[in-house]
């Protein structure tokens, strides 16, 4: 067989399965349904919001859709309860963020009200104040040798894009640079300058935030 042959029977093999994918989808939607589901499942943790999402995309019939994702509910494998938990964990562990943007993020993909609150109700004011300042230790070398207005500005954007309160991370913040030995209230810098960051950022992205899986795949 020459190259050329083998380029064309590969191709038709590949038509031939993506065909015989299509009549099946179209045969037995439940079917292609819980195939796209496990395989997303394989991937990443995901929401019944997520999954449902995929499988309208792939234009599986609602009826369907349903069908499959109750069953996959009942066996355990979709739990948005466990889903809000664990990205609660994982995203205030790993990237600090507050109790504000982890309810946005949980919003966005998809997990009902009351298991958001339920996700974040542990998460209290000490936590928060706890890992705020870690976040804030982390940052302020960097911002050393800058103008003071500058470093509030930058340490004040950073802890409201992670959600944080606007007097907690003023609380914070001003502990910090006083044990550098500067005083924010005689520098002129008070809680205004912490409103306006929390503000101006209020509405942008986390820029750490991760969008989350890849549905398309």
């Known amino acids: 067989m020459t190259s050329g042959q083998a380029v064309t029977s590969n191709g038709a093999r590949h038509r031939t399965a993506a065909a015989v994918h299509g009549d099946r989808q179209h045969e037995d939607p439940e079917s292609a ?25 792939r234009g599986v019939p609602q009826q369907a859709a349903d069908a499959v994702l109750d069953r996959l509910a009942g066996a355990g494998l979709i739990d948005d309860a466990a889903f809000a938990r664990a990205w ?19 919003r966005q993909r998809g997990v009902d009200e009351g298991e958001v609150r339920a996700a974040v109700e542990d998460l209290g004011p000490e936590q928060e104040a706890a890992a705020a300042r870690r976040l804030v230790d982390a940052k302020l070398a960097a911002t050393r040798g800058r103008p003071l207005a500058t470093r509030m500005r930058r340490l004040t954007g950073l802890l409201a894009r992670k959600g944080y309160p606007a007097g907690m991370a003023y609380r914070v913040i001003r502990e910090a640079l006083e044990q550098e030995g500067i005083d924010c209230a005689s520098a002129g810098l008070e809680m205004e300058a912490v409103l306006d960051a929390d503000l101006a950022v ?7 935030a991760d969008p989350g899986p890849d549905l398309a795949g």
């Open 33 to 57: 349904a819980r195939e796209i589901c496990l395989r997303l499942l394989t991937a990443a943790p995901r929401t019944r919001a997520q999954l449902d999402d995929a499988l309208r995309r």
């Open 88 to 106: 609660v964990d994982s995203r205030h562990r790993g990237r600090g963020l507050a109790r504000r943007a982890l309810t946005a993020e949980l």
């Open 202 to 208: 209020t509405e942008e992205q986390d820029p750490d």
